[in-house]
């Protein structure tokens, strides 16, 4: 009985394990078994091997091939180990020098002609592969671009099982160099701040939150602008650094998203419809977890439009990554981890039918039905939430005022990295980047209180405000102090604060910004 | 070639073959209600095993290797009808199995006989 190796990587949730495939021909009738806890997909391995090594000519053993995919109690799912599985069927074989394979990850799915698919997750398999010691991967030529973003690997591009052998023989292909320029700056959505009109302390709040990473919740009647505002948010964050560029683009490759122009720059936006299941939004599947819409949406923005429309599971499953960063998936074989460090924007009416303490508007909710409907967003999350802002519908005199005097977006995101870059001459020592990731304890001893904090006892001892609040409130002077380039926050920034954080119309926004 | 008769020319390249080991054949095409045992042949001393061969033969490999056609359902019925050839023996057998044998017949040379042991579990 002969047998043969070659190696591939399991994905549990961003972390890649690698995967050894073992192949032994002989003891018994010709057909194949695939062992090692394999999900459907990979099972199906068996049929999609066996035609694509047949349609290329090339020849299958007429023998029992026994394939086991080691550590065997790992569950592993997927496509992508089909190289592996034929590169180590053909070694058994005796095909070519099966030394080049030790130091080799294979990932590929096969086509029934030969042809090599693209696959989930191959940027943070690749980089496991390169935590473990391998030298070498070959990967789906149509995803070179992708795995050129890993450092430290010779990447063999191959299109079809032909490409695989050559390269295994020695003779490999004359390699296809995909275009790996960077993006030019933020393509962004062509969504700019300049298009929505009037609404000055909503802009300001909105640029308070990007500046600071802190999470909003808007609330308004329908019609004063409140998605336009959320959907404008994105575009006033800098570009990632880049760490935080291979984290996001390793969940959006795991997610199947290409990633064909080099790495993620520019901070993920979803926005999930308030149909969306558990499972979508926190990450979720049976064997296999896959990441859901806070981690697509992981050093980007998430905005939940119409919130109180959500199931309130969805919206309460936010408590924890709120608070970690993080979401850790259980299922009984293997606990999936994956990053979920978002910005959170809510947008909500205040009743029903929208109108509810709107001046000149006439609503029709019963008085119960205004209630249940906002308490659908439970009191722990309005907590977490650090910008409680209020939109006003807007006078027809005002609207004619404003219609002018509108900024762009480019102008706020230049305040806002000015703001950022305050904050992480401040913190980076620290080992943080924003003022909204900033721990509660560190901010109390690390870092200087603001001037005029007794404000704050004051507002505890009453009562209108939480534990949690007084930490909320802090970050929130520390950035607005930072928009207005001051060094400490001061009585002032500290009293805007507090009235963002509480969701009061904001008279003092204007003389904190002059 | 007729059916049968390629059928046939895979037994007897498949008895060859056996003969050539050493093997000593003891019966070829029994039946009985249930189907038939193309050979039934003993493996040569000192460590004699019954063994029941199935042998299918064919002359290309447009519809696959020989012996791929030797599906799980065609194994069953080998198991029930070594046990029935068992259960009318006077003798006791002390150890018995199920081999498989293809034959690929060429259109010149000799055929290509591939013999699978304890194929039945």
Same mark, same amino acid.
């Given at each position: 009985?002969?047998?043969?190796?070659?190696?591939?990587?399991?994905?549990?949730?961003?972390?890649?394990?690698?995967?050894?495939?073992?192949?032994?021909?002989?003891?018994?009738?010709?057909?194949?078994?695939?062992?090692?806890?394999?999900?459907?997909?990979?099972?199906?391995?068996?049929?999609?091997?066996?035609?694509?090594?047949?349609?290329?000519?090339?020849?299958?053993?007429?023998?029992?091939?026994?394939?086991?995919?080691?550590?065997?109690?790992?569950?592993?799912?997927?496509?992508?180990?089909?190289?592996?599985?034929?590169?180590?069927?053909?070694?058994?074989?005796?095909?070519?020098?099966?030394?080049?394979?030790?130091?080799?990850?294979?990932?590929?799915?096969?086509?029934?002609?030969?042809?090599?698919?693209?696959?989930?997750?191959?940027?943070?398999?690749?980089?496991?592969?390169?935590?473990?010691?391998? !030298?070498?991967?070959?990967?789906?030529?149509?995803?070179?671009?992708?795995?050129?973003?890993?450092?430290?690997?010779?990447?063999?591009?191959?299109?079809?099982?032909?490409?695989?052998?050559?390269?295994?023989?020695?003779?490999?292909?004359?390699?296809?160099?995909?275009?790996?320029?960077?993006?030019?700056?933020?393509?962004?959505?062509?969504?700019?701040?300049?298009?929505?009109?009037?609404?000055?302390?909503?802009?300001?709040?909105?640029?308070?939150?990007?500046?600071?990473?802190?999470?909003?919740?808007?609330?308004?009647?329908?019609?004063?602008?409140?998605?336009?505002?959320?959907?404008?948010?994105?575009?006033?964050?800098?570009?990632?650094?880049?760490?935080?560029?291979?984290?996001?683009?390793?969940?959006?490759?795991?997610?199947?998203?290409?990633?064909?122009?080099?790495?993620?720059?520019?901070?993920?936006?979803?926005?999930?419809?308030?149909?969306?299941? /558990?499972?979508?939004?926190?990450?979720?599947?049976?064997?296999?977890?896959?990441?859901?819409?806070? !981690?697509?949406?992981?050093?980007?923005?998430?905005?939940?439009?119409?919130?109180?429309?959500? !199931?309130?599971?969805?919206?309460?499953?936010?408590?924890?990554?709120?608070?970690?960063?993080?979401?850790? /998936?259980?299922?009984?074989?293997?606990?999936?981890?994956?990053?979920?460090?978002?910005?959170?924007?809510?947008?909500?009416?205040?009743?029903?039918?929208?109108?509810?303490?709107?001046?000149?508007?006439?609503?029709?909710?019963?008085?119960?039905?205004?209630?249940?409907?906002?308490?659908?967003?439970?009191?722990?999350?309005?907590?977490?939430?650090?910008?409680?802002?209020?939109?006003?519908?807007?006078?027809?005199?005002?609207?004619?005022?404003?219609?002018? !005097?509108?900024?762009?977006?480019?102008?706020?995101?230049?305040?806002?990295?000015?703001?950022?870059?305050?904050?992480?001459?401040?913190?980076?020592?620290?080992?943080?980047?924003?003022?909204?990731?900033?721990?509660?304890?560190?901010?109390?001893?690390?870092?200087?209180?603001?001037?005029?904090?007794?404000?704050?006892?004051?507002?505890?001892?009453?009562?209108?405000?939480?534990?949690?609040?007084?930490?909320?409130?802090?970050?929130?002077?520390?950035?607005?102090?930072?928009?207005?380039?001051?060094?400490?926050?001061?009585?002032?920034?500290?009293?805007?604060?507090?009235?963002?954080?509480?969701?009061?119309?904001?008279?003092?926004?204007?003389?904190?910004?002059? | 070639?007729?059916?049968?008769?390629?059928?046939?020319?895979?037994?007897?390249?498949?008895?060859?073959?056996?003969?050539?080991?050493?093997?000593?054949?003891?019966?070829?095409?029994?039946?009985?209600?249930?189907?038939?045992?193309?050979?039934?042949?003993?493996?040569?001393?000192?460590?004699?095993?019954?063994?029941?061969?199935?042998?299918?033969?064919?002359?290309?490999?447009?519809?696959?290797?020989?012996?791929?056609?030797?599906?799980?359902?065609?194994?069953?019925?080998?198991?029930?009808?070594?046990?029935?050839?068992?259960?009318?023996?006077?003798?006791?057998?002390?150890?018995?199995?199920?081999?498989?044998?293809?034959?690929?017949?060429?259109?010149?040379?000799?055929?290509?006989?591939?013999?699978?042991?304890?194929?039945?579990?």
């Amino acid at each position: 009985m002969s047998t043969g190796r070659a190696f591939s990587v399991a994905l549990v949730g961003v972390e890649g394990a690698i995967v050894e495939v073992e192949a032994a021909l002989g003891g018994g009738l010709p057909r194949m078994v695939i062992v090692g806890l394999a999900d459907a997909a990979l099972g199906e391995a068996r049929e999609r091997c066996r035609a694509a090594v047949h349609s290329q000519g090339l020849g299958w053993p007429t023998q029992l091939v026994t394939v086991n995919l080691s550590p065997a109690t790992l569950p592993k799912a997927g496509s992508h180990y089909d190289l592996a599985i034929v590169t180590s069927v053909c070694a058994a074989a005796d095909r070519f020098d099966s030394e080049v394979l030790d130091r080799m990850v294979l990932l590929g799915e096969l086509g029934l002609d030969g042809r090599v698919r693209s696959v989930r997750g191959l940027l943070p398999a690749l980089l496991a592969a390169v935590a473990a010691g391998f !030298s070498t991967a070959v990967v789906p030529a149509c995803q070179l671009g992708e795995a050129r973003l890993v450092e430290g690997l010779t990447i063999w591009g191959v299109d079809d099982l032909l490409d695989l052998v050559a390269v295994l023989v020695g003779d490999p292909p004359a390699q296809v160099v995909p275009a790996t320029d960077e993006p030019a700056g933020s393509a962004e959505s062509g969504k700019d701040l300049i298009d929505v009109v009037g609404q000055l302390e909503a802009k300001w709040a909105v640029e308070v939150a990007a500046a600071g990473r802190h999470h909003i919740f808007l609330h308004g009647p329908p019609g004063v602008g409140k998605t336009l505002l959320a959907e404008r948010l994105p575009g006033l964050l800098p570009d990632l650094d880049q760490s935080e560029a291979l984290e996001v683009s390793a969940i959006h490759s795991l997610a199947g998203l290409p990633l064909h122009d080099g790495l993620v720059r520019r901070p993920p936006y979803a926005d999930p419809h308030h149909s969306a299941s /558990l499972a979508s939004i926190v990450g979720g599947g049976a064997r296999m977890a896959l990441p859901g819409s806070i !981690s697509r949406a992981h050093r980007g923005v998430l905005f939940l439009d119409e919130a109180p429309e959500f !199931s309130p599971r969805v919206i309460e499953a936010l408590r924890v990554p709120l608070e970690s960063g993080r979401v850790v /998936l259980g299922r009984a074989m293997v606990h999936a981890v994956y990053p979920a460090s978002f910005q959170l924007v809510l947008a909500a009416n205040p009743c029903p039918c929208g109108n509810a303490g709107t001046r000149g508007a006439e609503c029709r909710c019963a008085p119960m039905a205004v209630r249940r409907y906002t308490e659908r967003i439970s009191g722990p999350i309005l907590d977490r939430v650090d910008i409680h802002h209020h939109l006003a519908p807007m006078s027809r005199t005002y609207l004619k005022a404003a219609q002018s !005097s509108g900024e762009s977006t480019a102008a706020v995101a230049a305040r806002v990295a000015e703001a950022r870059a305050r904050q992480q001459r401040r913190l980076a020592q620290h080992g943080w980047r924003t003022n909204g990731e900033v721990p509660g304890p560190a901010l109390r001893r690390l870092l200087p209180l603001p001037r005029g904090v007794e404000l704050l006892d004051e507002a505890v001892s009453r009562g209108r405000l939480s534990a949690r609040g007084v930490d909320k409130v802090i970050r929130l002077s520390w950035t607005i102090a930072d928009l207005a380039g001051a060094d400490l926050p001061n009585r002032d920034h500290l009293h805007t604060a507090l009235a963002m954080r509480r969701g009061e119309q904001l008279g003092e926004v204007s003389r904190a910004r002059a | 070639m007729e059916k049968s008769a390629v059928g046939r020319a895979g037994e007897v390249a498949a008895v060859q073959h056996l003969v050539q080991q050493g093997w000593n054949i003891v019966e070829r095409n029994w039946r009985c209600s249930l189907g038939e045992v193309d050979i039934i042949a003993q493996t040569p001393e000192p460590d004699p095993v019954l063994v029941f061969c199935e042998v299918k033969c064919r002359t290309g490999l447009g519809y696959g290797d020989p012996l791929e056609a030797i599906t799980w359902r065609k194994l069953a019925r080998l198991r029930q009808l070594a046990l029935t050839w068992l259960g009318e023996q006077p003798q006791w057998v002390p150890r018995y199995r199920i081999d498989a044998i293809g034959v690929l017949l060429n259109r010149s040379g000799r055929p290509q006989v591939t013999h699978v042991e304890g194929v039945g579990e």
